[in-house]
C-alpha cells in the first residue's frame, strides 16, 4: 500500500512518516523542506519526497500526486504565528481536503481508497448528538468568527460529511479528533471515542503526537480498524487522561 502525507513535515506529520515506514509500508510525502523529514528520513526506500507546497499544485500535478495511493492522510495545520494565524491561506486544510478527496475519487482502483484527516475534539460531530455547554457554544462561535484555523477545520470535517458522506463508493473517511495536543517520545496506551467524553474548552483531555500518528498508520493499514470507524470522527486521549466511562 501507498500512503500520501500531506503536512508531513509537521510535528505529527512527521511521526506518521516514521510509523508507516516502519510497518514496511511506501509513503509519498509533500513537504517544502526536505531537511525536516530528518536526518535519515528522506533516504528511506520505501519514502518518495515531492518538495512543494499543497496549496500552490494545479489540480493536475495534485491528480499525479495521488496516482498510484490507495490512501492519503491529512495532518495539515497552521502555525502558531500570526501570519500563520490570520494569513493566507485561510481554507489551507480545507481545500487540501477537497482536492486530494477529488484525485482519488477520480481514479481508477479495485477498491475505494482511504482518506485519513487529522482534526480537532474541539469540533464536534454534527452527525451526531454531541453535548456542549452553553459557554462552551458560545467560546466555539468565538473560535469560529475570531480564528481562521478553527473554521478552517470545521470545514475540512463538513466536507467529508456532507459532500463525501458514507456511502461514496469511491472514497471512505475517518477524522481523528485529538483533544490537547502534546508531545511524548514512544507510544503509550490511548482510549477511543465516538464524542468527547470531557469539555475540550473548561476540562480538556491530553492526546500525544505519536499516539495520534499510531492510531492514524493503525488505520490506514487495518482493515478491521478503519471497517469499525469509516465515516466517523473518533477522539483519541492518552489513557491517563480518560475518565471511567472510557470504552
Known sequence: MTTLIV???GATGRLLVHELLTRGEKVKAV???PSKLGPDGHRHPNLSVIQASIADMSDGEIADLVSGCDAAASCLGHNVTFRGLFGPPRRLVADATRRICEA???GARER??????MNTAVNSNRDLVEEISFAQKVVILLFRLLLPPHADNEQAADYLRLRIGQDDPRLKWVAVRPDGLIDEEAVSAYSLHPSPIRSTIFDAGVTSRINVAHFMA???TDAELW???NGQMPVIYNRAVATDDAE
Open 7 to 9: 503536512g508531513a513535515t
Open 31 to 33: 513537504v517544502r523542506e
Open 104 to 106: 482519488l475519487r477520480a
Open 112 to 117: 475505494p481508497a482511504k482518506f485519513v484527516l
Open 218 to 220: 493503525d488505520l490506514i
Open 227 to 229: 471497517s469499525h470507524w
